[in-house]
């Protein structure tokens, strides 16, 4: 074995890298910041919630829905009702909060901030009757928004893998462990798609539109890396990726279903939609190694996926070359098809939120 060179080296530049002295003083700052205050008052909010719903029980499952937020979220899922809400009523001045009264409320961050936060904690105080659980789908980047929602919902909810070290310190209410799920199709949809899934003739490529942010310098240079190897992968506008969710679903889910392989290249140890969707398409997701265990608790199997590593990375045509044969080697057209129902069946946002229902009314009521 070839012995690694300058191993000392890099661990001495980590010991004293930015990284590690931001990463203590996230540590450092919580243990001298008094956060408890917050979470006293949540908890009395949420002992005088449990009171009247332990009394009169829940009404309604509503969900307050947005552009590309659970706009295919269907009317009843698992014998719970669901009536379905535009943000734009709530914001409207004419809305009549008394909608809202008994009712178990289900929204995501992004909806969240298009009402706006100031708007949201004042219908917040205007329905102590109701329950707001938030689905944080950005928890993994936008640091900004995370914090201030474990602060004014009832039931904060984690959408990835990460540390609720601050948020608990703030909310005692955290659901973590349910992902985001795919929502660019209603089930509906899926199920009469599925059935001809195993006669859809696939190209030997990988597909891999990832939006652009700047931020993410990280991720962006992976993806222009593999962009190198791989055709249908780029980097895109918000204004790209808008428009391709705004076709309808039928010409998302063809080209979806053209290729074998997608790249799966996260921002930090997230679990984005496009894994769920190229599941659900019954395409073989490419994902990073790391998650691999994260990913197996989840259910999914390793057949079903095709893990990289760095090294994978500057070495593109092996491994691409290696993830054909697998696609084909656990059973091509016919593992596609069973790879889509069993991900239907596990990660369609209807499935989600009848989990996050369940689980957020059952700690109230």
Sequence with gaps: MKEIENIEAAVAKLANSDILKAMTLVRDTLEHTDLFPIAHTKALIAREKRKYFHQNGFKKVILISSFNNYDYAAPKIKEIEIKKIDYKD??????DVALLAGAFVLLTNNTINRIGIDKFIRLYARTPNTVYAVQDIDSHHWHELSLLLAAISDIYIQGHPGSTQVHSRINDEIITGIPIGTTQWSRGFIERKVSDLDKVIRVDEAFGMHSYYPRFNFRNRVVRTVEKSSPYVR????????????????SRWNIWTKYKLHWIIPVAADYPNRLFDAL????????????????EALGISAEDICCYDSSDLLDLTPFLRHAIEKYKRVGGASAAKKRALFACEKFHIDYLLSELAVEGMSRYC
Excluded: M, R, Y
Excluded at 90 to 95: D, R, S
Excluded at 235 to 248: P, R
């Design 90 to 95: 709530v914001t409207n001045t004419a809305f």
């Design 235 to 250: 980097l895109q506008t918000t204004s790209e990726t808008n428009s391709f969710l705004s076709a309808d679903e039928e």
């Design 280 to 295: 659900i398409t019954g395409g073989l997701p490419l994902v990073p190694k790391s998650q691999l265990t994260q990913l």
